[in-house]
């Protein structure tokens, strides 16, 4: 096989690192004006405060987005199609800049913070060559592509968790922003394993919808962020798998049982983390 069918252009790349470390160096150093933003909901008033930081993360999150966009459809098994959308490949790239975004903010000014600019220049990367190395299903990294991208996801998921609890917001606020990620990080799961778009997108709101249920509860439970994030996971997990087994047609009693059981013990350690 040809190397340049399972690796990216060498110039791409280098644009790409150019434009997030130029981003992410952006939003440290800029001080934009912070944006109020208000309204009701069920008749409870609600207030959400954009500062500079948070809208230039937003901003490396839609460039690393263009830039997942631009790289997929340079690959000749994407340009090989009649038709194709790349938007699942912006999700996994732009909730990591936000993530990284989050953390860089919280970096001291320093040795630190640039070293901490370069990790998340080159884990950015990475994340992107492995997206385009899962377009092709006979590229022979594929594997470890999607093996990657799967185990991020679910970090990823957990980390976002964690922030919007740590966030106190308003539990319609919390709820149903925890619930949107979930439901695209659930999306770009099932993708990852060929499931059909349009089963793919019904299981997500369902798997999103279920987080979301459980941020709502959690809300008003007084535990710890990483305690909450964690029980948030499980169920994100179960129904990821569950409907990931359903659409390979291995949906059995036994696969039930080990989710059941891998639920149960996720569970009760989350319990036993957070009272002991």
Do not use: K
Request: glycine share 8%; aromatic share 10%; charged share 10%.
């Amino acid at each position: 096989m040809n190397a340049s069918r399972s690796f990216p252009s060498r110039d791409q790349l280098s644009v790409l690192t150019a434009v997030i470390v130029l981003a992410y160096a952006l939003a440290r150093f800029l001080d934009f004006p912070a944006r109020a933003i208000g309204g009701t909901f069920f008749g409870s008033a609600l207030g959400l405060e954009l500062n500079g930081q948070f809208l230039m993360m937003l901003l490396v999150a839609a460039l690393i987005s263009a830039g997942s966009d631009t790289l997929i459809r340079s690959h000749p098994a994407f340009a090989a199609r009649a038709a194709g959308s790349t938007i699942v490949h912006w999700i996994i790239p732009g909730a990591t800049a936000l993530v990284l975004g989050a953390a860089l903010n919280g970096l001291p000014d320093g040795p630190v913070w640039w070293l901490g600019l370069g990790s998340s220049a080159v884990g950015l990367i990475v994340v992107l060559i492995a997206e385009y190395m899962v377009v092709d299903p006979e590229a022979p990294q594929r594997e470890a592509a999607v093996l990657a991208l799967t185990a991020l996801a679910y970090a990823l998921a957990l980390i976002l968790f964690v922030v919007m609890h740590s966030l106190s917001a308003r539990a319609a606020i919390s709820a149903t922003v925890s619930g949107l990620v979930a439901a695209g990080l659930a999306w770009r799961l099932f993708t990852l394993h060929d499931a059909p778009l349009g089963r793919a997108s019904l299981y997500a709101a369902l798997a999103g919808l279920v987080c979301a249920e459980v941020i709502w509860a959690l809300n008003y439970w007084r535990v710890p962020s990483s305690s909450a994030a964690l029980m948030a996971t499980i169920p994100f997990y179960i129904s990821v798998g569950v409907a990931q087994q359903h659409l390979a047609g291995r949906l059995t009693r036994r696969v039930w049982i080990e989710f059941a059981i891998v639920g149960g013990l996720g569970l009760l350690i989350a319990l036993l983390y957070t009272f002991a």
